[in-house]
């Protein structure tokens, strides 16, 4: 177990629609990005989050424990994947007995996980998943590439149930040299609550914390307009 102090919520600049979403008792929420993404802390900050403000039962399977959770108005038991449970898949099928509320998965990287997270669901359960993707749009279209052309429509009517809320992160190294977060959010079922790449750049640059370089680099050329009309109207709501 490596000890690591967790920042808080607040710290990471983590959107609240978030947090928020880990008070509803069934679904899916996924934490997409590339590694070192900050994805680890961000599902460990949830799990946190749940511990301090309700009554669940949070199992985590994690390919190494970074961070040591005490149960406080939660219990917390954290499995690690080749001590704890053989593979991801084992792990999630194990808690489907355990009277488990909260399951929170590292990383969904196969079908197999990927079904025994959709039946731990159904059951009437949440999960809290990371996943190695691009983006909001590619993390959901990974899920469904994991089965084949005739599987795919019926994977899809599933994440359109089941998914409450994806949120894809980036770090930036920003104008003073610390770490910004860069996070592009999408709840299926409310729009208005979303959160786009766009937007997200626009602000990071109107508080000083990216060059307008930085802004105009993490999206196609086509979009550039856009980030330029968005910038002008946040900079006015301000």
Not at 123 to 137: F, R, W, Y
Not at 158 to 177: R, W
Not at 184 to 194: C, L, M, R
């Amino acid at each position: 177990i490596l000890k690591k102090e967790l920042p808080e919520y607040e710290e990471l600049k983590l959107p609240d629609v978030l947090r928020k979403m880990t008070h509803q008792a069934q679904g899916l929420i996924l934490i997409a990005g590339n590694k070192k993404s900050g994805k680890t802390t961000t599902l460990n900050s949830l799990v946190r989050h749940i511990n301090e403000t309700q009554n669940k039962k949070i199992i985590t399977i994690e390919k190494l424990i970074e961070y040591k959770h005490i149960s406080r108005n939660s219990i917390i038991i954290q499995k690690q994947v080749g001590k704890d449970c053989a593979t991801y898949c084992d792990g999630i099928k194990n808690a489907l007995s355990e009277d488990t509320d909260v399951l929170v998965i590292e990383d969904i990287r196969n079908r197999e996980t990927m079904e025994a997270v959709l039946e731990f669901i159904e059951d009437g359960h949440l999960v809290i998943a990371g996943i190695n993707s691009q983006s909001c749009q590619d993390a959901m279209d990974k899920i469904t590439n994991f089965y084949n052309t005739q599987e795919q429509m019926q994977i899809t009517y599933s994440l359109e149930t089941l998914l409450k809320l994806v949120i894809s992160q980036k770090l930036l190294v920003g104008t003073k040299g610390k770490l910004e977060l860069l996070a592009e959010v999408v709840v299926p079922k409310d729009a208005k609550k979303s959160i786009s790449l766009i937007n997200s750049l626009a602000d990071l640059y109107i508080n000083n914390n990216i060059t307008l370089k930085q802004a105009k680099a993490q999206i196609e050329e086509k979009d550039i307009d856009t980030l330029n009309k968005t910038i002008m109207r946040n900079r006015i709501k301000k």
